[in-house]
């Protein structure tokens, strides 16, 4: 109403449908959530991309304007809307920020904002805040605001680019004494791998993540077809990912992991170089544009997981919780053996010990209810997101889209109440032709819903899950109807100073 006095520059990613558009979307506000005008907003489209937006305001001709642009890509958008702020704005005003994701999460980040006015302004810093308003100034015989020349601010949506030596490199995270005096992944030079990528052509571009881009290249002294993740420069974040990455799956020997062979960290550049998996993705067979799997490989695809996890999480000498298990991570070698990959966001941890708080990461479709809610992450959040994979392996729909355009409900929900009902097979992927093992079906179907029952003490171990792939223990009967998520809040006592949250790494369902 026209009592709410507030103007609002909106970054809108999701479209309610009472009020906003069809689509995302960038729109001008005025004392309301509906917006008066917008311009459409390819927000998913540079997910984990940096951007800049201007937001500024000529009284002369009162036209309110806003820009926007992004760090990777050329494209720009912009929007206008004339207004009279006078006669909408209070005599004092506040300049600020304001979100929400209602049921959704999202993770965005404000880096820096500047705001800038030819008025003379004045701060008035309040107690116990750090709120600072902005008084401008009125003419009262004009009864209009008084500019020479135009409002703006400008919103700084980009990291700043931290340059890291060499030294510091070598010093902080001993990857090279570490590493070079065993037989495990050796260090190349940035030239080496400039070289066996043809200068990181796009030809040889294989696909893109939310730290960087993997590469087809050749090393001519191995023989051999190598895959070269690039870490995106001025990823701090991926920087992390590389350290975590090396040091873990370097001490890794297993035929369901993926071979790290080498790792390259020259002039704040960073690399790592992997043997080539030449079926690619299960993610860009289930859901992409290659053939799709028989069952036969589906069915090893998922044992081959649960291999995996079987040996990170009970039988290597520590705990490894890899904590973004999905299709996209899990890769395929010339003869469909899978190979479970991306250990960037690992942590290690003790057998004894119970979940440990790592902090939010991870690709939201995958990860357990508990997870989010508390940051905790143990073996049984990993559990949930292979339940969720072999969910997905089975029906052929990917997690965090909806079943149909009238329904919200999820592909877990979905599936349990077609368990719940009797008509569990009615949601098995079309494209098989009904050419598949009931029997072998029905038990991964119920394994996942099994491994993604929304209470973690009722998970079972990867273990378990192995004995019912393999026939040896039988198959679990689970409620009928989904069960509602539980968990227990994790309370830190007063002699402790572990964080209860620490930083997000956040990826939407791929």
């Not at 558009?21 to 540079?46: C, D, M, Q, T």
């Not at 790290?260 to 960073?270: E, K």
């Not at 960037?344 to 979940?355: C, F, I, Q, S, V």
């Not at 339940?387 to 965090?400: D, N, Y």
């Amino acid at each position: 109403s026209s009592g709410n006095q507030v103007v609002l520059v909106e970054f809108d990613t999701f479209s309610n449908t009472d009020w906003d558009p069809e689509v995302e979307h960038v729109g001008i506000n005025i004392n309301s959530i509906s917006s008066v005008k917008y311009a459409p907003w390819n927000f998913s489209l540079y997910s984990e991309d940096t951007a800049d937006a201007w937001i500024s305001y000529n009284a002369t001709t009162r036209n309110l304007s806003v820009t926007w642009s992004y760090q990777n890509s050329s494209s720009q958008g912009s929007l206008s809307h004339q207004i009279d702020l006078t006669e909408i704005l209070p005599e004092t005003a506040i300049v600020g920020f304001s979100a929400a994701t209602s049921h959704r999460i999202e993770r965005h980040q404000l880096v820096s904002w500047e705001f800038n006015s030819s008025l003379e302004r004045k701060a008035i810093k309040e107690k116990n805040t750090n709120r600072i308003r902005i008084v401008i100034g009125v003419a009262v015989p004009l009864g209009v605001v008084v500019i020479g020349g135009c409002i703006g601010f400008q919103i700084l949506l980009c990291w700043k680019r931290r340059k890291r030596s060499y030294q510091y490199m070598e010093g902080t995270f001993g990857i090279n004494d570490d590493l070079e005096r065993g037989a495990g992944p050796r260090r190349f030079s940035y030239k080496d791998l400039v070289a066996a990528t043809n200068s990181f052509s796009s030809e040889r571009k294989l696909g893109e993540g939310g730290f960087g881009a993997v590469y087809k290249g050749s090393i001519n002294e191995l023989d051999r077809t190598i895959a070269v993740k690039k870490i995106s420069e001025g990823s701090r974040q991926g920087e992390k990912e590389y350290v975590t990455e090396v040091k873990v799956i370097s001490q890794l020997r297993h035929r369901n992991l993926v071979q790290l062979i080498g790792f390259c960290h020259d002039g704040g550049m960073f690399l790592l170089v992997y043997v080539f998996m030449s079926n690619g993705s299960l993610d860009s067979h289930l859901f992409g544009k290659k053939t799709p799997l028989n069952w036969n490989l589906r069915y090893k695809a998922a044992r081959g997981v649960a291999s995996a996890l079987l040996y990170i999480h009970e039988e290597w000498e520590q705990c490894v919780v890899h904590r973004d298990i999905k299709p996209s991570n899990i890769m395929l070698d010339s003869n469909f053996n899978v190979k479970l990959g991306d250990f960037g966001l690992a942590r290690l941890m003790d057998h004894e010990l119970g979940p440990r708080t790592t902090g939010l990461a991870g690709t939201l479709g995958y990860m357990a209810p508990e997870y989010i809610k508390t940051g905790r992450a143990s073996k049984a959040s990993d559990v949930y997101s292979f339940g969720v994979v072999a969910l997905e392996i089975a029906t052929g729909r990917r997690s965090v889209d909806p079943i149909d355009e009238n329904s919200q409900i999820g592909l877990v929900e979905w599936v349990w109440h077609l368990y719940g009902s009797g008509n569990l097979l009615s949601s098995v992927d079309k494209r098989m032709n009904a050419e598949f093992d009931e029997k072998q079906m029905e038990c991964l179907m119920i394994v996942g819903l099994w491994c993604a029952h929304p209470d973690s003490n009722l998970r079972p171990s990867i273990k378990q899950v192995i004995q019912v792939l393999d026939f040896d223990i039988g198959i679990p009967n689970l409620p009928s109807k989904m069960p509602i998520p539980t968990y227990q809040e994790h309370v830190a006592s007063s002699s402790s100073h572990e964080p209860i949250l620490t930083n997000s790494s956040l990826e939407v369902g791929r």
